[in-house]
């Protein structure tokens, strides 16, 4: 299987496309440390760099990348699915 997402920690609930990503692809999932977590159907197209939900994400959830805390979910988003800026908000400011 081929490794298109890359993750920090193993809990995170984002991880990151290393390449561009096609919706109905199966891809593989993989920590930093190159430990295998799996593998996501993409849902929709996501481009380079941005994230994906490794798993169904609720509104008002907070999200965990580099296990931590990162944003907050202003609309459901589906594993598989493309996270950012219209279906997630930041915390910090």
């Known amino acids: 299987m081929k490794y298109g997402?890359?993750?920090?920690?193993?809990?995170?609930?984002?991880?990151?496309?290393?390449m561009d990503l096609k919706a109905g692809d199966e891809i593989g999932v993989a920590t930093l440390e190159g430990q295998s977590v799996g593998s996501v159907k993409i849902v929709q197209d996501i481009p380079l760099g941005h994230k994906v939900a490794m798993r169904d994400l609720a509104a008002d959830k907070q999200v965990i990348e580099y296990g931590r805390t990162i944003g907050r979910v202003t609309e459901p988003i589906s594993r598989g699915a493309h996270v950012h800026v219209h279906?997630?908000?930041t915390l910090r400011w």
């Not at 890359?6 to 496309?17: K, N, P, R, S």
Request: hydrophobic fraction near 55%.
């Open 5 to 18: 997402i890359l993750i920090h920690e193993a809990d995170d609930d984002v991880g990151v496309a290393v």
């Open 87 to 89: 279906n997630i908000r």
